[in-house]
């Protein structure tokens, strides 16, 4: 039952974290007022509960249970009428109670006692979506008879005269881990602050014994704060934590200390009120949803070399709070993104193939302008079907970002199988007709609309490596917006991308310019073949990174089976049936690799300084750096990114590079995200970017400076100031 509630806890708290949700946390009665549990002893032989619902609310019968906990007195079992029945999304079919509902334990044998202490258990839930953690009271009740008049609700407040002898009671923490019981919010997670200066809170947070916290499921903010604005928190080192809900994730067993540095304008001494919002769990038990708790704290007056300038906070809050920016601007920004994406390599080998399909419809403007409208239908679609793919894993917990895919090592590999594949088509190796299941004709050449069509799609899938200016904010963006905004992000992006073959095919004066179609035709089909062969060749290079070279042996195999296949299908269209089974059998036979790479071990990675003078990222040498004080230079990449190949070319493994780094005694920090990882992940959202590339400089006493997607020395020197 309780990892039913778990699950469901954890799909309200994700829910209740999305900004498209109306509802939260606040919206919900306290839970006594919800649930108004009354206990009387009407004769000497039952104990009886009558609990009053509020409307909008309804109680579990299945999670309501009672027991006395004298060993001295017996009683039957709980008598529970029956309820409203109900098919619960988690529970499956249950009978659930609304209003009001009378429960009794009957047979009780008392053997002269006075009172009586019962455990009553219960569940409810809202009709707005939000369910309650499981409850728990210890009620003391008078024996043998009360009567009507001497009611006292769980809640503390009277119904009528208290009698007494009659108290109510939790049981203590110690028992309720003991018995593996789901403690109350407010003693499962202990949450204190002070100041510890006039610029920094420290945070403490407790979770009880058999509890954790979550690293990167928190909010921070300061409530009637005038001048001070607040930093991110400095979490400490934590476990790493497979949870079946939000995947692989950082977690904390025991109490943690969290620095959390301010930016103040007003150096006045006096207090303010810090709100924070955090989630937990029971380690194989409930979650609970968000909870929010507010500690004042007195904040000591601040020196004048403590504070900065209102323009400097005002500029640190936008960048921190990151929803001040038009929704209009971050279309424009993604368009822009996406138009700048046709000059990104990784886009060229594809458009090079859109361009062929542009001059072949050169002598009639009405094919330029069907190309590329179905050109452009591939490209939003597929923006869609990636954008819309990549929040859904998200919302279910995945860490990932954009270009997630590439993680995975068969998807590599069959991108690979996919660029061979048209290149050996190109090259004149088969060509797709119609006898190929109605898939089209050949994309290279007068494919029609599925061709089309699918030049937008291949257009998507090998631009997502890529990272264009202007599209780290759109994307940022759309990973945190409410669906439709973020999918109208990626159809911006999309739209972008396909603008410049929009254009040559509706504005005629552009199109004159293509040169005629011709005989020259066949001959430009055959060249483009080969940067879909070097496009293959860099994907296998990143594979051999993920898995090793066993990995691109396998995937040398499987393509060379694969160009046997699509050899042998193309002579079978003169052949027989027996002719297009064999060619079959060798397509199944080349996909063989891709079911085999992803169990093969990933090579073991170097820790190292490397050549260039960068050391392997990890949490804990990050902040032992900032701890001494370091300026630490953070390069995220990843194999697979092309953006991040180029910076490095240019900037990063250069001599002027480790020359500006010297002069700061800097230290050249690089973070691998060819393959999943959890610590980078968190490493990207604290810095609000959902991809790679992601360039930080980290210094003392300063804000972490976040550069720019496409690098340039000049940036990198900017941000890192004057030499020492």
């Given at each position: ?501 929009l254009l040559i095919g509706f504005v005629p004066a552009l199109a004159r310019v293509l040169p005629k179609p011709g005989a020259w035709m066949e001959t430009f089909k055959q060249v483009l073949a080969f940067p879909m062969y070097l496009t293959a060749i860099w994907l296998l290079w990143v594979l051999g990174q993920q898995r090793g070279v066993d990995a691109m042996a396998y995937a040398l195999a499987g393509i060379a089976v694969l160009a046997l296949a699509l050899w042998r299908w193309e002579k079978a269209r003169l052949g027989g049936v027996l ?146």
């Open positions: 039952m309780l990892r039913c509630f778990r699950t469901f806890a954890a799909l309200l708290a994700l829910a209740s974290t999305a900004p498209a949700v109306a509802v939260d946390e606040s919206d919900l009665l306290p839970v006594d007022e919800a649930f108004a549990v009354q206990a009387t002893a009407p004769s000497a032989n039952r104990i009886q509960f009558d609990i009053t619902i509020a409307d909008g609310y309804y109680l579990y019968r299945h999670r309501t249970s009672a027991k006395v906990l004298d060993a001295d007195i017996r009683t039957g079992a709980l008598d529970l009428p029956h309820g409203t029945p109900k098919h619960d999304e988690f529970f499956g079919d249950v009978e659930t109670w609304r209003n009001a509902v009378t429960m009794a334990l009957p047979g009780v044998e008392a053997a002269g006692a006075t009172q009586a202490q019962v455990e009553l258990r219960y569940q409810g839930c809202a009709d707005i979506g939000i369910c309650y953690p499981p409850q728990k009271r210890v009620i003391t009740v008078a024996l043998p008879a009360l009567a009507a008049s001497s009611l006292v609700s769980v809640s503390g407040l009277p119904v009528a005269a208290p009698l007494a002898g009659l108290s109510i009671g939790t049981p203590t923490a110690s028992a309720v881990v003991d018995e593996g019981l789901p403690l109350p919010e407010d003693e499962a997670f202990k949450f204190e602050a002070i100041a510890v200066s006039p610029v920094e809170v420290l945070m403490r947070f407790t979770p009880a014994p058999g509890y954790y916290l979550y690293q990167d499921r928190n909010q921070f903010r300061l409530l009637d704060a005038k001048g001070a604005t607040l930093a991110a928190p400095q979490w400490p080192k934590g476990k790493a934590h497979t949870d079946e809900h939000f995947g692989n994730v950082i977690v904390y067993f025991d109490q943690i200390e969290v620095p959390l540095g301010l930016r103040r304008t007003d150096g006045k001494a006096g207090p303010v009120t810090l709100e924070a919002t955090f989630q937990g769990c029971q380690n194989n038990g409930i979650c609970y949803p968000p909870m929010t708790r507010q500690v004042q704290i007195s904040l000591p007056a601040a020196s004048a070399d403590q504070l900065v300038s209102v323009a400097e906070a005002a500029s640190f809050e936008a960048r921190r709070s990151g929803d001040s920016t038009p929704f209009v601007l971050i279309l424009l920004a993604a368009l822009g993104g996406g138009l700048i994406l046709n000059l990104m390599p990784c886009v060229l080998p594809v458009l090079s193939l859109k361009a062929l399909g542009l001059a072949q419809s050169g002598e009639s403007p009405a094919k330029a302008r069907a190309h590329a409208l179905w050109y452009t239908a591939g490209v939003l679609v597929s923006f869609a079907a990636l954008g819309g793919l990549a929040l859904a894993l998200r919302q279910a917990g995945l860490a990932l970002g954009w270009g997630f895919q590439l993680q995975q090592p068969w998807v590599v590999a069959a991108l690979a199988y996919l660029m061979a594949a048209v290149g050996f088509s190109l090259s004149g190796v088969f060509s797709i007709g119609a006898g190929w299941a109605g898939a089209g004709q050949g994309l290279a050449s007068r494919s029609g609309a599925s061709g089309d069509f699918f030049t937008g799609v291949l257009a998507v899938v090998v631009a997502s490596p890529c990272t264009a200016p202007f599209m780290g904010s759109a994307l940022a963006f759309a990973f945190g917006a409410p669906t439709v905004l973020a999918i109208a992000v990626f159809l911006a992006l999309g739209l972008g991308l396909a603008l410049p073959f002719a297009r089974v064999v060619a079959v059998a060798l397509v199944l036979l080349a996909l063989i690799p891709l079911w085999r790479i992803p169990s093969l071990a990933k090579p073991a990675s170097a820790e190292a300084a490397s050549a260039n003078g960068s050391i392997a990222y990890s949490a804990e040498r990050l902040d032992a750096l900032r701890a001494e004080g370091r300026t630490v230079f953070v390069n995220m990449t990843a194999d697979w990114c092309v953006t991040c190949k180029a910076n490095e070319k240019r900037v990063l493994d250069t001599d002027d590079f480790r020359a500006l780094l010297k002069q700061h005694d800097a230290v050249y920090m690089k973070g691998d995200w060819t393959n999943v990882d959890p610590a980078i992940t968190a490493f990207l959202e604290k810095h609000h970017a959902v991809g790679v590339p992601l360039y930080v400089v980290i210094q003392p006493q300063r804000d972490d400076a976040v550069l720019p997607t496409v690098l340039t020395l000049g940036a990198v020197e900017n941000a890192l100031g004057p030499p020492l």
